[in-house]
């Protein structure tokens, strides 16, 4: 596979993975580290009434794990497809809707989770 198709494959890959796990933590109740600002310290646990931030480990969690994902993907595609393998426009625009299926959904239940979380609904 050229490098080039290799890249917007993988790249198209960890976009997408990224908002899934993102979602991900939401869904299935993941717990991450949480940061609180005052104390200076980061905890897996969500303390009730004291000021925390959970942004930062969710964000971690959902770039770490795409990640991971990703290299297995890359190297799977370095094993098992051959240099003169290349994508075709069409499979281009298909892993672009593709993609675009996935993070657009993916943002609409975050906006829609947030607004319901702060009561903007």
Known sequence: MKKADLTYLVGSVFIAL???F????I???ITVPRYYPLEH?????NQK?????????TQGF?????GVVSLLVYFALKR???LNTALTPTATRWIA???FLVVLPCMGYLLWHEFVRWKIF
């Open 97 to 99: 809707a593709a993609t």
């Open 27 to 29: 869904w299935f109740s």
């Open 22 to 25: 993102y979602c991900s933590t």
């Open 80 to 82: 098992f497809c051959s």
């Open 62 to 66: 959902a770039f770490l794990a795409a």
């Open 18 to 20: 990224t908002a899934l």
């Open 41 to 45: 310290t980061w905890k897996c646990v």
């Open 49 to 57: 009434g004291v000021i925390s931030q959970g942004w930062y480990g």
